[in-house]
């Protein structure tokens, strides 16, 4: 047979097809994706500092299959939630926009009327569209008081799990609304048995991985651990080197290895992107309310190298682990120290669902895929540190500005030089620290328009 040029071309198609397969089977992943895109596990953690977990530099506490996840994709070194305290940081993740932005810039709790507000698009509600099953598992802290709000309301198809923080009771909190774990929209438990949420909570989400069928799965798991008061079953308990809140480090970690293990059983795991990350930084200098039911003060995490913890727009209250595994898709065992934010996560997830991300809104975030795929740089030239409604900081590179008070003077850090922000360097630098309070500024206007 001779070759016709329509036989050269049908050939060299075939094999530009091979190659891209086996050189980049991310992208013939992507086209089967057009039909059938893949599963996605998100698994946030609450109140888990930096420096908790063996892979994070941890020098006791035990976390090994965290440690094999990180191996088996990319763990980020510069990644942010986008609050240092809950709700506001859980808003941020699941609509990509600043908490100021979307409507939520503080902590709601039990007595209180505040919810993200219903004309926010979150997560659940894109992948949904796209025809994913959806379910939320764990803390919601996005409102309570109307099923609408509630994360059956917005895009989950299930919830098993509590509304708010585990401390937002008595005796830590003056209320007389007890906790209580719903599923859906019905309180099935109270008082709540926190000893046993986490491993009730993986065998909820196990179940919902094992009952897939063709329809790809969005799982959110939003651990009520390690917030205050910790507490962990008798199988877990008193086996850390890292003390109590070790052991419930610990069991989030064997938490992790379950869902591994059930995706693999089920034979999903090369078609499932999983992501780990955390609300906030550690929960360090406790209010005396918290110190009831055995609470003690060393129960919280550790922010590792940086400074701060949970509260702070210090790096160690809202910088936090991220790790990110997906076989063939992110190559194993990367670092990479870009910085990214769990805002990025919505536009994320919406590219690689194939479903477009809103348009009628202002995003924050931006599809880091590349990045996580060590292939691009950070899409952010500017992140903005906001506690409450204030906006307390930006990063630059490797560059930090930060004021504690609108009034007060801005200190200057090089967080590649002073991880732990110890060393202000203004003086040193005049123009880069009027550059950035200026940018400071015009981001403050922004983000307060209408
Ligand atoms: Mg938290």
Redesign the pocket.
């Known amino acids: 047979m001779t070759n016709t040029p329509l036989d050269r071309r049908t050939f060299l198609e075939l094999l530009g097809a091979a190659v891209s397969t086996v050189a980049f089977p991310c992208a013939a992943r992507a086209q089967a994706a057009e039909a059938r895109p893949p599963n996605i596990v998100l698994i946030f953690a ?2 888990m500092g930096y420096g908790d977990l063996g892979c994070y530099g941890h020098p006791l506490i035990r976390t090994p299959h965290l440690d094999q996840m990180a191996r088996d994709g990319v763990r980020l070194t510069s990644f942010y939630a986008a609050a240092p ?2 709700s506001p ?1 859980r808003a941020a993740l699941l609509t990509g926009r600043y908490p100021v932005r979307c409507g939520m810039p503080g902590n709601t709790g039990p007595g209180s009327e505040k919810h993200l507000p219903e004309s926010e698009l979150t997560i659940a509600n894109l992948l949904k569209s796209r025809g994913y099953r959806t379910m939320a598992v764990g803390k919601w802290h996005l409102g309570h008081q109307r099923p609408e709000v509630l994360p059956t309301g917005r895009g989950f198809d299930a919830w098993y799990g509590l509304p708010y923080s585990n401390d937002m009771r008595k005796p830590f909190v003056q209320t007389d609304e007890p906790l209580k774990l719903y599923r859906d929209t019905e309180p099935i438990e109270y008082p709540v048995n926190q000893n046993t949420l986490t491993e009730r909570y993986t065998e909820e989400a196990v179940k919902f991985i094992e009952a897939g069928d063709e329809a790809p799965f969005f799982l959110y798991l939003a651990h009520s651990m390690p ?1 205050l008061p910790v507490s962990t079953s008798e199988q877990f308990e008193g086996k850390s080197d890292g003390g109590l809140y070790g052991d419930v480090i610990e069991t989030i970690d064997w938490s992790v290895g379950r869902i591994r293990e059930a995706l693999a059983k089920k034979g999903v795991s090369d078609n499932t992107l999983i992501v780990f990350t955390s ?2 930084g550690p929960w360090l200098d406790l209010p005396d309310r918290m110190l009831n039911e055995n609470v003690e003060r060393w129960h919280g995490g550790s922010p590792g190298p940086l400074r701060g913890a ?1 509260g702070t727009t210090w790096e160690g209250g809202m910088r936090v682990p991220m790790i990110a595994c997906w076989p063939g898709c992110i190559p194993a065992g990367t670092r990479n120290a870009q910085v990214a934010s769990t805002m990025d996560i919505l536009p994320t997830l919406a590219g690689i669902a194939g479903v477009a991300p809103p348009t009628d809104r202002t995003l924050d975030g931006q599809d880091i895929l590349p990045l996580l795929q060590g292939e691009a740089e950070s899409p952010h030239e500017y992140f903005y540190y906001f506690r409450g409604e204030h906006l307390q900081g930006v990063r630059h590179g490797a560059w930090k500005l930060r004021r504690e008070d609108k009034d007060g003077d801005a200190e200057l850090f090089h967080l590649g030089r002073d991880p732990r922000e110890l060393y202000n360097v203004a003086e040193a630098h005049p123009e880069l620290t009027k550059d950035l309070l200026a940018r400071m500024r015009g981001f403050e206007r922004e983000v307060r328009k209408p």
């Open positions: 609450d109140d305290v809950c940081s917030h609300d906030n949970k």
